[in-house]
């Protein structure tokens, strides 16, 4: 790539900072050239993250409407998967899983709950009610 | 506590060789990015249908973390002082010690977690390095590669970016170098590095290693248009991903391969190096635009890409990789 093709886009998701990248000069020589993102990477970054919301506010009307208890919605708030939250919590995926039904979470210890709220670094209240305000 | 360690502090296109380049010119051993990521035969293509991250394959297209630390200090004869911890106040404790003794010091953390990061670039990713070089009240003062800035970050977020538990967990991972040899001879260490990679990339016994491995990946996106387009779109997404944003990746690692490329021919006078570092970057810019015509397949562009466009493009840069490696281990 030559120095000058080295986007400069611009890009939200870096959110003002550079990024380096090496590129030709003008006499053919290997150089770090400071690059404020390609479009191309603010598309796919701006996929994953669209996932995660949408996964977010479904896991949030389902909450609302009793259907989930609130794991899942801070799972997604924190981008996180089963996988990702099963493996830093020490949990089965299984167990994750079962975690998400209102009735079994409401029952969960004080430990197991603090297990959760280490994870996601917020606060055993904030773990066990959604403020209104989210979404 | 309040120490400042010197340290100049220089953006690096990758994480891990830039955090290796910085600690051996505090070290006293003046070396470049490319240098260290070459040398240490970090580059590779690996595609892991099965291994999955975030519910999608694993895309790599350099070797798994850390192995630019281990590679170089092999080479060097000089190997890195490393250390994890189970507890991670011990783990913030050494960290501190080696701070008051002056060392400047390269750990592993979670980007999730670092403080510093803009949301859009935060993803759980465990195996971002970066360089400590002082301590200022709460606050530690970081040498982060990915930004031109240095930057800060509390000591409560450091301490749960390098403690986080998961897929490639840091355990508190610390690394700087060990007493280096007066002589390290880097130069008579190219050829075989070069050796080494052109064989992995070109002779890999398995299929999803190398240039098989990108001509399997070609395959498997070939067969995408069985599959649900918007599974499709995360598929390919995610490819990108693991090439631009996690470390920089795929196209960038090719450029930082083709420059240790070209500062070899000039250590070597070898000109026909420098010839392959142009293939190199030829290669590179092909992988841009398979990159560009993923885009254009997500974003439902005015000129749409398709999946059948796509796997072709894979499977000429996979023919491509194969020629040329096979070419370059015939010269080493």
């Given amino acids: 790539m030559d120095s000058r093709d080295v986007p400069q886009d611009q890009i939200p998701v870096f959110a003002g900072h550079s990024k380096a990248v090496y590129a030709l000069d003008s006499h053919g020589d290997y150089t770090l050239v400071p690059t404020s993102g390609w479009e191309v990477e603010e598309i796919v970054t701006r996929q994953a993250l669209d996932e995660l919301a949408r996964q977010r506010r479904q896991a949030l009307a389902d909450h609302r409407a009793g259907r989930l208890s609130p794991l899942p919605y801070h799972m997604y708030d924190k981008k996180m998967d089963v996988a990702t939250l099963a493996r830093e919590s020490g949990f089965w995926q299984w167990r994750v899983r079962r975690h998400f039904r209102p009735a079994v979470f409401n029952k969960l210890s004080l430990t197991t709950l603090a297990v959760y709220a280490e994870v996601f670094g917020i606060s055993l209240t904030e773990l066990q009610r959604i403020d209104d305000a989210r979404d | 506590m309040r120490v400042i360690n010197p340290y100049t502090h220089r953006q690096a296109a990758h994480c891990e060789s ?273 990159a560009l015509l993923i885009a254009r397949f997500i974003k439902n562009h005015r000129v749409p890409a398709t999946v059948e466009e796509i796997a072709d493009k894979l499977t000429t840069i996979a023919r491509m990789e194969q020629a040329f490696f096979a070419e370059l281990g015939r010269w080493a």
């Fill in chain 2, 18 to 290: 830039g955090v290796v380049r910085a600690l051996l010119e505090h070290a006293g051993l003046p070396i470049s990015e490319p240098m260290a990521f070459g040398l240490s035969r970090s580059l590779v293509f690996v595609h892991l249908p099965l291994l999955k991250i975030g519910g999608q394959p694993l895309t790599s297209y350099r070797m798994p973390p850390r192995s630019v630390i281990t590679g170089i200090g092999k080479i060097l004869g000089a190997r890195f002082a490393t250390a994890t911890f189970r507890d991670p106040r011990q783990g913030m404790d050494h960290l501190d010690a080696h701070l008051a003794q002056g060392r400047i010091v390269g750990v592993q953390t979670s980007v999730f977690w670092l403080p510093y990061f803009p949301d859009g670039m935060r993803f759980h990713f465990n195996a971002h390095n970066l360089i400590v070089y002082g301590r200022d009240g709460d606050d530690y003062l970081i040498g982060d590669p990915v930004f031109a800035e240095t930057s800060r970050c509390d000591a409560r977020s450091l301490m749960k970016a390098r403690f986080i538990k998961g897929m490639l967990a840091p355990k508190g991972f610390l690394y700087f170098p060990g007493p280096l040899p007066k002589e390290t001879g880097l130069i008579r260490h190219i050829r075989p590095s070069i050796k080494a990679t052109a064989r992995m990339m070109a002779k890999s016994p398995l299929p999803f290693v190398g240039a098989k491995g990108i001509a399997f990946l070609a395959r498997r996106i070939g067969r995408l248009t069985r599959r649900d387009p918007e599974q499709a779109r995360l598929f390919l997404g995610n490819i990108i991903r693991m090439q631009e944003e996690i470390g920089t990746g795929g196209a960038g690692f090719r450029f930082l391969y083709a420059s240790f490329l070209q500062e070899s021919a000039a250590l070597l006078h070898e000109p026909c190096l420098r010839e392959a570092s142009m293939r190199m970057t030829a290669i590179g810019d092909e992988w841009r635009e398979f």
